[in-house]
C-alpha cells in the first residue's frame, strides 16, 4: 500500500487522467478502501482542489474547474502559456502529440472559466506559420487577442527597429507566430493602411471601447502578407534570380511566401534576400535547378565562393586513381 502523501498524488493523478472515477475504481487502483478514498478526496479539497462526489451506489468522483487555479505552482500566466504552448505543438509533426494532448486535457479541466477564455482567445485569432515555436508575452498577447476577438480598436505605444516610439492607433485583425517572434497585422487608422507590428514592441495602452468591423482576409493571405512584411524589413542584402524551372515547381519548394513571377513554362524569376549571401547560395543550391543572377552582387560573390569550395571539395575526393 502507497504511503498517504505518494498515495495523494496518484489519486490526483487518475482524477486528472480520467473525467469520472467511480469509488470502487479508484479504490482498486490505489489498493486501499473505499472508505481511505473518501479519507483522500477530503484531503485533496482540503489543498484547494476542486473535487465533485456524485452520491450512490454508482456514485464516484471528478476534478472540476473551481473559481481559482489549484494550487500546481503555476500562477494565471504560466497556465495559460502552458495551454498555448502545449496546443500549439499537439500541431507541429514533432512526433509527441498524443502526449501533448493529453497534458492539455488535463491542465484545461481545472482552468478557471476567465484562464480558458483567455487560451481560447489566443487560438482564435491566432496564425501558425509551420513550424514556429513562439514565446509567448501573455500580458500584452492576452490584450491584443481579445481586442482582435471583439472587434475593439487599439491603441499602443511601439519601438521601432531603431529605437524611436510611436503611438499607434489599429484596428487589430490578426495574429501571426512565426520562429521567436509574434505579430500583429493591424490596419493603421492613422497611416490608412496595413500595418505588420512585432507584438513584444507593443505597450498596449488603456483600452478605447470602440468597435469596428473586421476586413475579411484569407487565411492564406494574411500568413503571406506577414512574412512578406517581416522578411523584406529584415534583409540586408537582396537579389533577384532567373530560375530555370517552373513558377509552380519553385514555389513547392520555397516554403517561405516570396515573390515569384513566371516568366514562361520552364522558368520563373525570383526576389528574395538574406543577412548572410553565403547561407543563402548554399540554401539555393538544394532546389535542385540552374540559376542565373539578374541583381545581387553579393549573392553572386557568395556563389563564386561556394562553386571554388565544391571544386576542392571534388578534387581532393576523387583524384586519380583514389578509391572511395
Known amino acids: 500500500m502507497l504511503e498517504t502523501s505518494a498515495r495523494l498524488l496518484e489519486l490526483l493523478s487518475l482524477l486528472q487522467v480520467k473525467r469520472d472515477w467511480t469509488s470502487s475504481e479508484l479504490a482498486e487502483r490505489l489498493g486501499v478502501s473505499s472508505r481511505t478514498v473518501r479519507a483522500d478526496v477530503g484531503k485533496l479539497r482540503s489543498l484547494g482542489y476542486p473535487v465533485d462526489a ?23 500566466d504560466e497556465a495559460v502559456a502552458v495551454a498555448v504552448g502545449l496546443s500549439t505543438v499537439a500541431t507541429r509533426g514533432l512526433g509527441v502529440e498524443e502526449t501533448s494532448l ?7 479541466q481545472v ?6 477564455r483567455r487560451v481560447e482567445a489566443v487560438r482564435e485569432v491566432t496564425s501558425v506559420v509551420p513550424g514556429a515555436a513562439p514565446p509567448l508575452d501573455l500580458s500584452v498577447l492576452g490584450v491584443v487577442a481579445a481586442a482582435i476577438r471583439a472587434h475593439e480598436r487599439l491603441r499602443f505605444g511601439y519601438t521601432k527597429h531603431g529605437g ?55 487565411e492564406d493571405k494574411v500568413v503571406e502578407y506577414v512574412v512578406g512584411r517581416v522578411t523584406k524589413a529584415a534583409w540586408r542584402y537582396r537579389a533577384r534570380l532567373l530560375v530555370h524551372a517552373p513558377a509552380a515547381q519553385v514555389a513547392a519548394r520555397i516554403l517561405t511566401p516570396l515573390e515569384i513571377e513566371a516568366v514562361d513554362e520552364s522558368s520563373c524569376r525570383v526576389e528574395l534576400g538574406s543577412d548572410d549571401p553565403d547561407q543563402l547560395a548554399l ?8 540559376i542565373e543572377v539578374i541583381e545581387g552582387d553579393e549573392l553572386a560573390a557568395a556563389f563564386g565562393r561556394l562553386a571554388d569550395r565544391f571544386r576542392r571539395a571534388a578534387g581532393s575526393a576523387f583524384t586519380p586513381g583514389h578509391r572511395a
Open 102 to 108: 493529453t497534458a492539455l486535457a488535463k491542465l484545461e
Open 111 to 116: 482552468l478557471p472559466s476567465r484562464l480558458r
Open 283 to 290: 540554401w539555393l543550391t538544394q532546389l535542385g535547378v540552374d
Open 164 to 218: 524611436g516610439e510611436s503611438v499607434r492607433h489599429t484596428e487589430p485583425q490578426r495574429l501571426v507566430s512565426w520562429g521567436a517572434r509574434w505579430y500583429l497585422l493591424a490596419w493603421d487608422l492613422d497611416r490608412e493602411d496595413w500595418r505588420v507590428f512585432r507584438v513584444d514592441r507593443m505597450a498596449p495602452r488603456a483600452p478605447t471601447g470602440a468597435r469596428f468591423r473586421a476586413r475579411v482576409i484569407p
Open 54 to 76: 456524485r452520491p450512490g451506489v454508482a456514485g464516484g468522483y471528478r476534478l472540476a474547474a473551481g473559481t481559482a487555479m489549484p494550487p500546481l505552482l503555476l500562477d494565471d
